[in-house]
């Protein structure tokens, strides 16, 4: 194989990877997110009952 097609190569990787690591840090953020808002609700609705 020629050294170009293995620059081509690490360079597609790379971005994939990079790709996958930005949605994981999306997922994680909205996750996060939306346990604040499940706590939130949690709070809100136990002050109603108390």
Request: hydrophobic letters at 45%; proline letters at 0%.
């Amino acid at each position: 194989m020629d050294q170009r097609n293995f620059t081509y190569m690490f360079y597609g990787f790379a971005a994939a990877w990079l790709i996958l690591a930005l949605y994981v840090v999306s997922l994680v953020s909205r996750g996060r997110k939306l346990a604040d808002q499940l706590e939130t609700l949690k709070r809100t609705l136990s002050q109603e009952k108390g």
